[in-house]
Nanobody, 124 residues
Framework: EVQLVESGGGSVQTGGSLRVSCAAS????????MGWFRQADGKEREGVALINKNIDTQYADSVKGRFTISEGDAKNTLYLQMNNLKPEDSGMYYCAASVWGGSGCRLTGNMSFWGKGTLVNISS
């Protein structure tokens, strides 16, 4: 079974930067759909950024120009570089993945595998 482990969360002040990382294990091939989602207290989970391998990269409007999603050199690793952070970026950040990409690989789509999350806190 695919396991996803996030790391790199923390606390920074408004305007600061953080990078969160995700490492997937348990699948011998490349995962075609990997992304980051977040959930703030009292709010629904939302898609932040996603890579639909060889097709496109997607960002939520609220993070465009500030966040960059990228793949690592190692297979099935994923990063999210977050710059100019705002208090509304606070929340639990989850790495998620699906084996297959294509039309179903969307920020609003269903992902097959989820990590346990890493906490990001932005203070004003």
């Amino acid at each position: 079974e695919v396991q996803l482990v996030e790391s790199g969360g923390g606390s920074v002040q408004t305007g600061g930067s953080l990078r969160v990382s995700c490492a997937a294990s348990g699948y011998p091939y490349s995962l075609s759909c990997m992304g980051w989602f977040r959930q703030a207290d009292g709010k629904e989970r939302e898609g932040v950024a996603l890579i639909n391998k060889n097709i496109d990269t997607q960002y939520a409007d609220s993070v465009k120009g500030r966040f960059t999603i990228s793949e690592g050199d190692a297979k099935n690793t994923l990063y999210l570089q977050m710059n100019n952070l705002k208090p509304e970026d606070s929340g639990m950040y989850y790495c998620a993945a699906s084996v297959w990409g294509g039309s179903g690989c969307r920020l609003t789509g269903n992902m097959s595998f989820w990590g346990k999350g890493t906490l990001v806190n932005i203070s004003s």
